[in-house]
């Protein structure tokens, strides 16, 4: 790109975090805006890029007032009547869309491009550890912090290859050319965008279509589409304890730990243990590790890769645990999502109680999908459930977490709001395991969450 200076609209989000610092460190001028101040914005500004998060035109530093050397790059989830993105529009910048411009990098490099409606993040992030500690390396651009490289972004100085989530939010992954891709599932969700569950999978088949000649596709077995390839491209499918071409078997979880044998289409791998022991994760892992040996990995090092890998924030994220108590955290937002992770720790918790918190995300997927979200939370031993987080929507009537909460079976609940939970935590006291729940804003709630937690010993 013949830009010299990268302004982005949106920065603090964890997709446009990484990419203004992919920018940064290759040299280039990057600053941004954003409405909220965050732990991430402000290592943003420790690494050198200066943001502000007033909507004033007058913050925008000079620098970045002339248009033919700023590239301006937008969420969107920035409104089109923000007075920055108009003043930009007005005065004849070029504005892209974080998708649009990591598409371009993957029509420059070979993309390795995650997608499904669960587990992307996670399924990118093995991936991209699995091959930076193998002989391959790689570029990656992740949905999450990376718990061994406290980063969202990972560079390379000898490989070509660069790991992206290919988000399916506003098409967004429609914009990727990839090289390799997986899809981890097509179940519905997004219908504020997509309006049918049809439309969304037409949008997962259109996806596969962009992979490049010569590339690789990877789809879980049982998921609900048809590929629409080129003829040079390669099929493949992945599963647990099902027959497809690469695939899990022999799992075995004792003693916190889990551990199973991994089957490509020409060899196995057996003994292969979780770094993060999550059932769920054998799943991931599969994928990922498809992955990494189409890339050329060894079988040696996917076992050491998967058994360092160290797992992301927010995603079944341990907060604290003691002889009496567990407390988990995860990003599930959706119905499948979170009736996998409930599953997940009853798994490895046993008989042990588990009291969950959700804090559902968007009015749009709380109406679309109440059902879904109280068959879930039914799985609890005891459900708090608090307000909906809005995020980009506006209430719609008749929409709010009573309409989950009357629908959940488990006799054990109670629905409050954000402001209430710590008072209500405080007089509980049967619970073995705390889970929190949520892409909203939950996980503020987490430090004060521990303190209780502590404090109770």
Known sequence: ?????????????????????????????????????SDL???????GIAIHYEDEVSLIPTLFKQPDNTLV???????????????????GFKLLKRAQVLGEITRQQRGICIAGTHGKTTTSTMTAHLLKES?????????????????????????????IEADEYDRSFHQLTPYMAVITAADPDHLDIYGTPEA???????????????????????????????????CYTYAVDQDADFKATNVRISNGEITFDFHTPTEEIHNIRLGVPVPVNVENGTAAMALAWLAGATAEELKAGMASFKGIHRR??????????????????HPTELKT???????????????GIFQPHLYTRTRDFAEGFAEALSLLDEVILLDIYPAREQPIPGVTSQIIFD???????????????????????????????????????????????????
Do not use: W
């Not at 609209?9 to 954003?34: E, H, N, P, Q």
């Open 200 to 234: 969304f999978r037409e949008s997962f088949e259109h996806f596969t279509s962009l992979v490049r000649e010569g590339g690789y596709l990877i789809v879980k077995k049982g998921a609900e589409l048809t590929p629409r390839v080129h003829p040079t491209v390669k």
């Open 41 to 47: 914005t402000q290592q943003l500004e420790k690494e």
């Open 341 to 355: 992770s409930i599953s997940s720790i009853k798994k490895v918790y046993g008989e042990r109680k588990v009291c």
């Open 135 to 163: 002989h391959v390396d790689c570029n990656a651009f992740l949905g999450g912090i990376s718990k061994n490289y406290t980063t969202n972004l990972l560079l390379s100085q000898k490989s070509d290859y660069v790991v």
């Open 1 to 37: 790109m013949s830009y010299q200076n990268f302004y982005f609209l949106g920065i603090g989000g964890i997709g446009m975090s990484a990419l203004a610092r992919f920018f940064r460190a290759k040299g280039f001028d990057v600053a941004g805006y954003d409405r909220t101040r």
């Open 316 to 333: 079944f994220d341990m907060q604290y645990k003691s002889d009496k108590v567990v407390f988990i955290d995860d990003y599930a937002h």
């Open 407 to 457: 629908r959940i079976t488990t006799k054990k609940k109670t629905l409050c709001t954000k402001q209430e939970l710590l008072g209500i935590l405080q007089k509980k006291k049967d619970f073995d395991v705390l889970a929190t729940f949520g892409a909203g804003d939950i996980d503020r709630l987490l430090p004060d969450i521990k303190k209780l937690l502590e404090n109770k010993e």
């Open 73 to 91: 790059v937008y969420t969107p989830a920035v409104p089109a009547d923000h007075s920055e993105r108009l003043f930009f529009e007005r005065h």
